[in-house]
């Protein structure tokens, strides 16, 4: 089974590629104290679908490049259609 993410694009300046960063929360080890954190994935997006702001599901995939490991799936909620 391949791992899916969800996650906000903040960059679509690459063509048919996306800079995704998936947000979590964790405790601290030694202080205890909640952290945010985030991770960042390179996704493959061939039909350059997905625009910045974005929240999109990735699923992972072989490597593609480089730094891309991911593949787009869906765009789950846009900025674009929210604003039509």
Do not use: F
Request: aromatic fraction near 4%; include cysteine; proline fraction near 2%.
């Amino acid at each position: 089974m391949k791992n899916r993410l969800t996650g906000v694009v903040k960059s679509d300046k690459m063509d048919k590629s996306l800079r995704v960063e998936i947000e979590r929360l964790y405790r601290h080890p030694k202080y205890g104290k909640i952290v945010r954190g985030k991770t960042v994935c390179y996704a493959h997006d061939e039909g350059n679908v997905a625009k910045e702001g974005d929240v999109v599901e990735i699923i992972e995939s072989r490597p593609k490049s480089k730094k891309k490991r991911w593949e787009l799936v869906k765009v789950v909620a846009g900025q674009s259609s929210a604003a039509e």
